[in-house]
């Protein structure tokens, strides 16, 4: 990797590889410069792929690489996502995307032969090739090597072409005000289509991303959607977006 031209910048992608992310407004106290330097020494990051820009800082490079998302939280999230364990269907087209907390759904497939899950995450597509039960389809697509997912104008195109009885998501955030959001817009285009062209959709998220906001946001079907999360449905964490879904559990 070339040097960086600034110490700072070099000193800002050091705390962000150490604690996943940092905050402009941190940043411009602790460097004493503007927020709009910090902003510019970010840009530069993201653009040498070492950081990703989110709403008020920015994220480590390698945090929303499919391989770092896959030992964070990971109870949590299996616990939000087993709530529809039982919604999942036995036959038709279903649609899991790219997340390490659907991924958790794969091994309650095994036999349903007449099922078939389409998927824009090539990990998720070989856990479900290597099992004996649904048909896998890969959504195609450019590899986006922030996330690990497929996407894009074929990505896009290939979706049209479908309709899912149901679809599973996850998410980087939800927010009260922003909604359901991504580290890339790419990614949240890709959801936001699928969510259009499903019956049922269905969100699975650890209260951890409760309140976060990032990039790129996606709307899931207010009156179609139904969220889980790993905290009872009465909590007063979920109370925001009571109205926002049709029903939480």
């Given at each position: ?39 510019r ?103 986006d ?19 899912f ?59 179609k ?25």
């Amino acid at each position: 990797m070339p040097e960086l031209a600034e110490p700072r910048q070099q000193a800002i992608l050091d705390l962000l590889n150490s604690g996943g992310h940092a905050v402009v407004s941190s940043l411009a106290r602790q460097f004493a410069v503007s927020e709009m330097t910090i902003r510019r020494d970010l840009k530069l990051l993201e653009s040498r792929g070492l950081a990703i820009r989110v709403h008020g800082g920015a994220l480590a490079g390698e945090k929303s690489r499919f391989s770092s998302r896959l030992s964070s939280n990971s109870r949590a999230k299996a616990k939000a996502v087993a709530k529809f364990v039982p919604e999942l269907p036995d036959q038709g087209c279903v649609y899991f995307d790219g997340s390490t907390t659907v991924l958790n759904l794969v091994r309650h497939l095994k036999g349903l032969t007449r099922l078939q899950v389409a998927t824009n995450n090539i990990e998720t597509f070989n856990r479900l090739a290597a099992l004996r039960g649904p048909t896998p389809i890969l959504i195609g697509g450019s590899l986006d090597i922030r996330t690990d997912n497929l996407i894009g104008p074929l990505a896009l195109r290939s979706i049209e072409v479908l309709a899912f009885e149901k679809a599973f998501f996850s998410a980087w955030g939800l927010d009260a005000g922003v909604g359901l959001n991504e580290v890339t817009m790419e990614d949240a285009q890709v959801k936001d289509l699928v969510a259009r062209r499903a019956r049922q959709v269905y969100v699975a998220l650890d209260h951890s991303k409760l309140g976060v906001v990032t990039a790129g946001t996606w709307d899931h079907g207010c009156g179609k959607s139904i969220l889980a999360t790993d905290i009872e449905p009465d909590d007063e964490r979920v109370r925001p977006f009571r109205n926002v879904f049709s029903a939480i559990i």
